[in-house]
T-cell receptor, first 111, second 115 residues
Framework: GDSVTQMEGPVTLSEEAFLTINCTYT??????LFWYVQYPGEGLQLLLK?????DKGSNKGFEATYRKETTSFHLEKGSVQVSDSAVYFC??????????FGAGTRLTVKP | DVKVTQSSRYLVKRTGEKVFLECVQD?????MFWYRQDPGLGLRLIYF???????EKGDIPEGYSVSREKKERFSLILESASTNQTSMYLC??????????????FGDGTRLSIL
């Protein structure tokens, strides 16, 4: 079945460092891909999405490109801030509208 | 903005009790979902519903049931709570469209402890 594998954490960076969180997927057909963020004590919030190959999703300085040839959707940000500290989830939605999530990657940004 | 409201942020119950977790969404979404979130395991789907009075099992339905009597409300029921059901429970909703899959919108979660 459909599945998502994302980079294990935790990840600790200094402020203004470059961030990459790797995500690869296995799916039949043409899924939509998402990144969600979960701040402490809260539910998941949609960060960005891409619905077809070569689409780039972006929001709040984060970007991810839907790469069909490598079945990847890596999350990147050029300069992280302390406020970006959170857990990040990669997810895909296939033919049935249900969603498959990765295990989550905890990011801590130190001043 | 879509609002998904879970009735409790924190809940403590005893082994063997029947537990109800309530979720309400205000955007007329057709689809509703219940997940549990455990460290290192991500989100696991318990049950979902695509319409009123309709329910489908997810990946880990054992020990749980659900009810969807109205479109905006989706309840998760722990028939006889056990300690291994201590977890964070997340409710989500999404809209059905004919094109690309829509994102799910989440509530803030209920942290349930079974003693």
């Amino acid at each position: 079945g459909d599945s998502v594998t994302q980079m294990e954490g935790p990840v600790t960076l200094s402020e203004e460092a470059f961030l990459t969180i790797n995500c690869t997927y296995t799916a039949t057909g043409y899924p939509s891909l998402f990144w969600y963020v979960q701040y402490p004590g809260e539910g998941l919030q949609l960060l960005l999405k891409a619905t077809k190959a070569d689409d780039k999703g972006s929001n709040k300085g984060f970007e991810a490109t839907y790469r069909k040839e490598t079945t990847s959707f890596h999350l990147e940000k050029g300069s992280v801030q302390v406020s970006d500290s959170a857990v990040y989830f990669c997810a895909l939605s296939g033919n049935n509208n249900d969603m498959r999530f990765g295990a989550g990657t905890r990011l801590t940004v130190k001043p | 903005d879509v609002k998904v409201t879970q009735s409790s942020r924190y809940l403590v119950k005893r082994t063997g009790e029947k537990v109800f977790l309530e979720c309400v969404q205000d955007m007329d979404h057709e689809n509703m979902f219940w997940y549990r979130q455990d460290p290192g395991l991500g989100l696991r789907l318990i049950y979902f519903s695509y319409d009123v009075k309709m329910k489908e099992k997810g990946d880990i339905p054992e020990g749980y049931s659900v009810s969807r009597e109205k479109k905006e409300r989706f309840s998760l029921i722990l028939e006889s709570a056990s300690t291994n059901q201590t977890s964070m429970y997340l409710c989500a909703s999404s809209k059905t469209t004919g094109t690309a899959n829509q994102p799910q919108h989440f509530g803030d979660g209920t942290r349930l402890s079974i003693l």
